[in-house]
Structures are given as C-alpha cells and as structure tokens.
C-alpha cells in the first residue's frame, strides 16, 4: 500500500485516479479547491467505479490558497484543499506520502501560465516534502505524426488548442530541467470517454500519435496513471498511452 497525492482530484480524470487507487488499496490525498463540494463523493468507490459523484467532475483542483482537510473517510481519501501553483502548498499536502499524481488543469488563465506555475511548483514543493516520484497527464497533440514533427505543429493544427497544448509543453519544459523522477502519460488526441466502464486494458507506446481506435476512456487512463505509481516503468519521458 502507498500514499498518494492527487492533484486536480475533483477533474474528470482525477476521480477515476482516485478511484482507481482506493480501489487498490492504497491511501489517497485527493487535492481540489473546496474540499465542501467532494464529501463522500469516493465514499463507496472502487477501482473502475463510473459513479464518483457527479460533483466530482471539474476542470480543476488547484486554486486554492491554502492547503486545509475535510478529514478522512472509510473510503481511504482524505480531501484537502491546495493549491498546485503555490510551492508551499504542495510541500505541506505532499508531505509524508510517496508519490505524486498531477491531473489539475485551469481554464480560467492561459495554459502557459497555469501549466509553467504548476510545474515549478510540484519541482520545488515535492523536492521539499521529499517526494520524489511524480505521474503526470499530459495532451496528444505533443506526441510526433513523424520524426522530429509533433501534432500541433503541423500546419492545420488549429490556433486555439495549439495555444493550450504549448502550455502543456512548457511544463514539460520544467520536469525536464529538474531531478524528479517523472513521467508524463500523453493519451490520444481525441475527446476521452467519460462514461466508460473500466476495462483495464490499455498500452503505453513511444512518443508518437497512437494510429488506434479513436476513443479512450477516462477509466482506464487511470489505471495506466496508478499502474505508473506502483511499478514505475518509465522515467523522466513523455510516453503515449492508448487502446
């Protein structure tokens, strides 16, 4: 059993994170910013589980300027407040546990700026509370359609959602230049399915655009995201993970 940090917990894919790991049987820190609007939103979930409280489906857990606890549940979660771009905050949640999920997103503030503040942060507040294992999800559009040639840099990538995926490159940027022992699973570059039933199934490629079926689930990007924080596989690189 590990202790585990969620951040972005509220988001689609962070309840099926969390989920997936008290499913297991490991102790989850499920990091959002009210803690008030996830009571007992993983009280009866379990791995694979598509009925974590519609409230627990957001964009975001981080925003918060504070880290403060709503308590532990039966259901192994504990639910606190913080802020994922504040170095201090993310030390003192992250304190005691023994890896890191990074799931938050913002789409209140441009991508960069979220996605570069939140990497610095996670750096240096995990370096802090001595977490040294860091699982992050990142966007398809980095992986390469060919050598040396990513999605969204091909010519009709379009102008919006190049602008969010380049903010998702900045923070990779950042894991690069530190000593964390990260990885960033990039699923496909399609709208993931969010009532799809768990299926455990999954494969984890190089660095470029899976050629694959052209959905994938929320679900079972968890399980590849707590699969990551049990047996660590890959390191320091971004990878792909598909059907």
Not at 78 to 86: E, M, Q, S
Not at 89 to 95: I, N, R
């Amino acid at each position: 059993m590990s202790r585990i940090v969620v951040f972005g917990a509220g988001g689609r894919a962070g309840v099926r994170v969390v989920a997936e790991a008290v499913g297991r049987g490991h102790e989850v820190t499920a990091v959002v910013r009210d803690p008030g609007r996830y009571a007992g939103a993983w009280g009866s979930s379990g791995a694979g589980s598509s009925g974590v409280g519609s409230s627990g489906v957001g964009s975001s857990g981080a925003g918060s300027s504070g880290a403060g606890s709503s308590g532990a549940g039966s259901s192994g979660v504990r639910v606190v407040a913080g802020d994922v771009t504040d170095l201090a905050s993310v030390a003192e949640v992250a304190a005691g546990h023994d890896a890191a999920v990074q799931v938050a997103a913002r789409l209140d503030v441009s991508s960069e700026e979220f996605y570069t503040a939140a990497a610095r942060a996670l750096v240096g507040g995990l370096g802090r509370a001595g977490v040294s294992r860091l699982v992050a999800v990142g966007i398809g559009s980095l992986l390469e359609v060919s050598p040396g040639v990513r999605l969204v840099d091909t010519p009709d990538f379009p102008a919006e959602a190049r602008a969010f995926s380049l903010g998702h490159a900045a923070e990779l940027e950042v894991f690069e230049k530190s000593g964390l022992d990260w990885v960033v699973l990039a699923p496909p570059p399609v709208l993931l399915d969010e009532s799809a039933s768990r299926t455990g199934r999954y494969r984890i490629g190089g660095g470029a655009v899976p050629a694959v079926e052209p959905v994938f689930s929320f679900a079972d990007l968890g399980v590849a995201v707590v699969d990551e924080v049990e047996r660590p596989r890959h390191h320091r690189v971004q990878v792909a993970v598909s059907y």
